[in-house]
Antibody, heavy 120, light 106 residues
Framework: EVQVLESGGGLVQPGGSLRLSCAAS????????MIWVRQAPGKGLEWVST????????FYADSVKGRFTISRDNSRNTLFLQMNSLRVEDTAIYYC?????????????WGQGTLVTVSS | DIQMTQSPSSLSASVGDRVTITCRAS??????LAWFQQKPGKAPKSLIY???SLQSGVPSRFSGSGSGTDFTLTVNSLQPEDFATYYC?????????FGQGTKVEI
């Protein structure tokens, strides 16, 4: 069974850092691009970042470029999102998602999300 | 960036109704369009990709159509478990963008 499970969320002050993890199981992790998406409280979905299966290619939303870094450890089947210089507007539930077997740009399975709160 | 606009923002429907949601892209995205369902307090669920291809396990009462800039999601014979918020998303080019959502209420 495919599973992706996020962790690492919590309360952090503005300007602080946090690293999110997404543990994957039930599929050959290194064969799939992975995605981070966030959702601010009561708001819609916002794509954050995508990383290729090998980790060699990454893409970022302008709102996080230069502050967030996506990475992966294929030996541990784990996806990461390092978040630095956090702002109040980064407060959101962060979801990781696996891509579809037929396309590295199509969402497949989603995790349950982890809440990040940026507040003083 | 490509803007995705959904209509309506919300709608009321009854069990058994046929519901149609529209999504318009600000430029041609071919068929690089996906639809998602999200229930309160839950993660989104992938429904459709490539504008009209059903994800595995999604009931056949869900269907998608369109290409270029105009797309629709149709739910035939609405079931109680279908009351949720639906989002479209383009993956033609980065940054990937979502519509603002359509809430389907009883």
């Amino acid at each position: 069974e495919v599973q992706v499970l996020e962790s690492g969320g919590g309360l952090v002050q503005p300007g602080g850092s946090l690293r999110l993890s997404c543990a994957a199981s039930g599929f050959t992790f290194s064969s799939y691009a992975m995605i981070w998406v966030r959702q601010a409280p009561g708001k819609g979905l916002e794509w954050v970042s995508t990383i290729s299966g090998s980790g060699s290619t990454t893409f970022y939303a302008d709102s996080v470029k230069g502050r967030f870094t996506i990475s992966r450890d294929n030996s541990r089947n784990t996806l990461f999102l390092q978040m630095n210089s956090l702002r109040v507007e980064d407060t959101a539930i962060y979801y990781c998602a696996k891509t579809h077997p037929r396309s590295s740009s199509v969402f497949d399975y989603w995790g349950q999300g982890t809440l990040v709160t940026v507040s003083s | 960036d490509i803007q995705m606009t959904q209509s309506p923002s919300s709608l009321s429907a009854s069990v058994g109704d046929r519901v149609t949601i529209t999504c318009r892209a600000s430029q041609d995205i071919s068929n690089f369009l996906a639809w998602f369902q999200q229930k309160p307090g839950k993660a989104p669920k992938s429904l459709i990709y490539a504008a009209s291809s059903l994800q595995s396990g999604v009931p056949s009462r869900f269907s998608g159509s369109g290409s270029g800039t105009d797309f629709t999601l149709t739910v035939n014979s609405l079931q109680p478990e279908d009351f949720a918020t639906y989002y479209c998303q383009q993956y033609n080019s980065y940054p990937w963008t979502f519509g603002q959502g359509t809430k389907v209420e009883i």
